[in-house]
């Protein structure tokens, strides 16, 4: 048992400090690095109410429309009377229409429309259009460590002081195009806007939030040591809080050994024989598609902290992940073949911020004959690991160890520019050491 730790105190503590820092400090910006369900979208509403409820009307600012909109509803639950601005883009569907029912919010494509609001919410696309307003006193913005500086400099006019929350283990900002001749400037617009901020605002407060209410006691520790050594966190359930358990007991094969290992666990690595492949590894594919109906068929079902009673572990809160879309299509059509619907198969990039109970990941260096710098990103496979409540599983070709022990360092040092720790490398080999704790040898 945990001794010592009391995780909803430690939690209140942080977020105390935080709205603090916000209501009554003096900095330009307060930034707050925040683990894989940590509760940042919380902290974001919030420290919106707080605000608002204070006399500061404030602007909101997210990176997709559907964090914009989640905003906007989890808001609403909070405070029906609230007066909330929703600012869209001109296209045909702009936003959820979900929103439609809330009779709090007013939806426009002109911020003029949404002036004396308490609170305006949109994506920093849109803001960057904002032009002749009188500036907000607050900002909050959200997931700023997926937000590019170029897109932070294009509306830091708006507004005079900002919060900004965000993750520092996912995935670095996306560029379409190269960024090479920036590498090393303060300035470099393909890097997060936290870390240009700081480089050019070093004094300005940085707090965390220190603790996981996602990640269970077995998966904590891993992520936080891999991830994050710098900012740890712990998990808000102890050991035994939190069971995986089956209906259907195992017919002996790799995919229902693996799962039980994970139930046990909360870990388990299905090991195919080692061979380079096509990036759609058909094996690879079917066994991540057989792992998941074999988990549906056997009735699996969660004990956690939510619920006295135990909860089927439905379609719906399961995930894959993947490093490409073309394996997640692959995926999808491998599901549809078992007669599988209703399961979340997508990209690190787009599974980003989401929960699900159970997660299965095809490693992005399964059967690879080298080892690039997209698939030793540390984010990518941050966001992989860390998406689950109760238990991942990881399948994956034999020889990514030695793939990684022969990987040379191709890409060019460039002056200046702050070494990313932990590297894709040595997160590689922190969560393999892991997993082969909990590994099952398979040949299909």
């Given amino acids: 048992m945990r ?44 420290a ?16 997709t429309n559907a964090q914009v909109d989640d905003l906007v509803v989890r808001l609403a639950e909070k405070d029906p009377e609230l007066p909330v ?16 029912g809330l009779a709090n ?24 259009h904002v032009k002749n307003v009188e500036p907000w006193g607050h900002a909050i913005v959200d997931e700023a460590y997926q ?36 590498a090393g400037l303060t300035y470099d617009p393909s890097a997060s806007a936290v870390s240009t901020l700081l480089a050019h605002n070093p004094e300005l407060p940085q707090h965390r939030l220190p603790v996981s209410w996602r990640l269970p006691a077995s998966a904590a520790p891993l992520v936080s040591d891999a991830f994050y050594p710098y900012t740890p966190f712990r998990s808000g359930t102890d050991h035994g809080d939190r069971k995986l358990s089956f209906g259907v007991a ?29 990036r759609t590894d058909p094996e690879a594919v079917r066994a991540v598609a057989l792992v998941v109906r074999r988990l549906l068929d056997r009735g699996g079902v969660a004990t956690s902290e939510r619920a006295e009673d135990p909860v089927p572990v439905t379609a719906d809160r399961v995930a894959v992940g ?3 879309r073309d394996q997640a299509a692959a995926v999808r059509a491998a599901l549809a073949e078992l007669g599988v619907t209703g399961v979340a198969v997508d990209t690190a990039n787009r599974l980003q911020g989401r929960e699900f109970d159970v997660t299965v990941v095809l490693h992005p260096l399964s059967g690879r004959p080298d080892a690039t710098a997209f698939h030793l990103e540390t984010g990518r496979l941050c966001v992989l690991a860390s998406r689950h409540r ?20 191709t890409e060019p040092v460039q002056l200046g520019v702050t070494v990313k720790f932990p590297d894709g490398w040595e997160a590689n080999h922190a969560v393999l050491a892991h997993l082969a704790e909990h590994k099952v040898r398979w040949k299909p």
């Fill in 390 to 409: 109760h238990a991942c599983v990881v399948v994956c070709r034999e020889g990514v160890a030695d793939l990684l022990d022969e990987h040379p360092s």
């Fill in 3 to 46: 001794t010592g730790f009391d995780p909803g105190a430690e939690a209140a503590r942080a977020t105390g400090a935080i709205l603090d820092d916000t209501l009554r400090g003096s900095s330009r910006g307060i930034v707050v690095d925040s683990p894989p369900g940590a509760g940042k979208s919380t902290l974001v509403v919030r």
């Fill in 250 to 278: 195992s017919d002996g094969s790799g995919p229902d050994r693996v799962l039980d290992e994970a139930a046990e666990s909360g870990w388990g690595l299905l090991e195919l024989p080692a061979r380079h492949t096509p």
């Fill in 48 to 63: 919106a109410l707080e605000l608002a409820a204070a006399g500061h009307p404030l602007m909101v600012i997210a990176q």
């Fill in 322 to 324: 993947t490093a490409h």
């Fill in 85 to 100: 601005g929703r600012l869209h883009s001109s296209d045909s569907d702009p936003y959820d229409k979900v929103l439609d």
């Fill in 105 to 128: 919010v007013t939806k426009s494509a002109k911020a003029a429309d949404l002036a004396g609001l308490d609170i305006v919410i949109s994506t920093a696309a849109k803001w960057a």
């Fill in 147 to 182: 937000m590019r500086s170029d897109a932070l400099l294009a509306v830091a006019g708006l507004f005079e002081r900002a919060l900004f929350v965000g993750d520092p283990g996912q995935l670095d900002p996306f560029s379409i195009v190269g960024a090479d001749q920036w």
